[in-house]
């Protein structure tokens, strides 16, 4: 009799976990659960929509998907239709891969008005997540502020900034698109706290925001001056910081009203207060919590649930495959219990490539990577078949 392994989460960090297994144990027989009916966590809900290349890493997952000792079981959410007391009983293992998106708030005055968007509500209504179809009212909106340095930011405001055309080829929900087109954007600022050397933006990230048809890259070069990166700086670090003041000195020379969009970059700016007036859309992109989960023994945790919101996808990679390793390891003095099936009904892996078939497909008509389904009713009669 084989090990049962149930990973809790279908996010990267879960896919990457159940490779790594598979691949110390082909025997091992995995339970891969999630709340949403759809696999593949913030790849599918919080990478950019405009960011077709990077969505691309499912294939792999999909991959894992058709092995035959791997089970999809969507539509179950652990906490709430079954206890995680319950896994630990049944399996041989559990690894959590839930993930941390809940909005960290700002926390100053005013940072809870209606106007007030945290990054993750944005994206996920972007993005067409079942559980955030309410998007902001666009049709007023004329500046927007985008709070935060780092790669979140930069694609709220990417794709704030990016014309109907530009977003043609992505798979943003159409009523988003929609909404975005229509909106009378006129400025957005970038803010960020600390200085322009510390922004942990990626060079090609904010350098695509100088070739945007529609709006303007700018910096105050007064903001650039003494800027520089820190002696001690790991090579990496050090490239990347250098690249960025780099491109950030040619968004310096750019022209103010060359473009209809002003998308300005602003250093050395902590927001103490938000009032009404003046932004009319503000989105905080300044990080990430989230629910907890038991740490006792036979629990594993990976990815974003274990070392909180931070890494890309590829850095999911190796922290999984090793805590695959620990798990294997802990299976090894272990006999397989061999309980009974503790899960309720889901949607399995069929379920999940009926709505991928009717998301291309609605797609294929419109030019689009991917329409997707947007309510849960809709999600799964698909599923269902
Ligand atoms: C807005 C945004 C944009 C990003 N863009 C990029 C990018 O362009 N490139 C890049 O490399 N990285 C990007 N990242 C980072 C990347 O998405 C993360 O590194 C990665 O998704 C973390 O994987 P994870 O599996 O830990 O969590 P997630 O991807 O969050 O997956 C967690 C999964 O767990 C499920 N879940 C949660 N709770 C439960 C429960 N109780 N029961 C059952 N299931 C549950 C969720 O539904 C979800 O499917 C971005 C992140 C964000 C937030």
């Known amino acids: 009799m084989a090990h049962r392994v149930a990973i809790v989460g279908a996010g990267p960090s879960g896919f990457y976990a159940a490779d790594g297994l598979l691949r110390g144990d082909p025997d091992i027989g995995i339970d891969i659960i999630d709340r949403l009916p759809t696999p593949f966590g913030l790849v599918r809900a919080g990478v950019a929509p405009d960011h077709q290349?990077?969505?691309?890493?499912?294939?792999?997952?999909?991959?894992l998907l058709a092995h035959p000792n791997v089970r999809f079981c969507g539509n179950v959410e652990v906490g709430r239709d079954i206890g995680w007391e319950t896994l630990r009983e049944v399996y041989d293992?559990?690894?959590?891969?839930?993930?941390r998106v809940i909005?960290?708030?700002?926390?100053?005055p005013g940072d809870d008005l209606p106007h007030v968007w945290g990054s993750w509500r944005f994206v996920a209504w972007l993005n067409g997540h079942p559980d955030f179809r309410a998007g902001p009212d666009l049709s007023a909106v004329k500046r927007v502020a985008v709070i935060g340095n780092g790669n979140v930011a930069i694609d709220v405001a990417r794709v704030l900034a990016k014309s109907a055309d530009e977003m043609a080829k992505s798979d943003i929900d159409p009523q988003a698109g929609a909404a975005i087109a229509a909106a009378p954007i006129e400025a957005i600022d970038v803010i960020g706290r600390r200085g322009p050397a510390d922004a942990s933006f990626t060079n090609n990230e904010l350098a695509e925001m100088g070739r945007l048809s529609r709006a303007v890259a700018l910096v105050d070069a007064a903001s650039l001056d003494g800027a520089a990166v820190p002696a001690g700086?790991?090579?990496?670090?050090?490239?990347r910081k250098t690249?960025?003041?780099?491109?950030?000195?040619?968004?310096?020379?750019?022209?103010?009203?060359?473009?209809?969009?002003?998308?300005?970059?602003?250093?050395?700016?902590?927001?103490?207060?938000i009032e009404k007036g003046t932004y009319d859309l503000v989105v905080t992109c300044i990080g990430y919590g989230g629910a907890d989960y038991p740490k006792v023994k036979g629990?594993?945790?990976?990815?974003?649930?274990?070392?909180?919101?931070?890494?890309?996808i590829p850095t999911n990679r190796a922290d999984s495959h090793a805590v695959a390793q620990q798990v294997l390891s802990w299976l090894e003095d272990r006999a397989p219990k061999g309980g009974i099936d503790p899960l309720p009904p889901s949607t399995d892996a069929e379920g999940w490539r009926r709505?991928?078939?009717?998301?291309?497909?609605?797609?294929?008509?419109?030019?689009?990577?991917?329409?997707?389904l947007t309510d849960w009713p809709s999600l799964l009669k698909v599923a269902e078949g």
């Not at 700086?233 to 490239?239: G, R, V, Y």
């Not at 690249?243 to 103490?272: C, E, H, M, Y």
């Open 233 to 239: 700086d790991p090579t990496p670090e050090k490239l």
């Open 355 to 372: 709505i991928d078939k009717a998301e291309t497909a609605a797609g294929a008509a419109l030019g689009r990577p991917r329409v997707k």
């Open 243 to 273: 690249k960025n003041l780099d491109i950030l000195r040619g968004f310096a020379a750019n022209r103010a009203g060359s473009k209809p969009v002003a998308l300005r970059f602003l250093f050395n700016t902590a927001p103490q207060r």
């Open 299 to 312: 629990v594993f945790a990976v990815g974003w649930a274990r070392r909180g919101p931070s890494g890309t």
């Open 93 to 99: 293992a559990v690894v959590v891969a839930t993930g």
């Open 103 to 108: 909005d960290r708030r700002l926390g100053v």
């Open 53 to 63: 290349g990077t969505k691309a890493v499912t294939r792999q997952f999909d991959r």
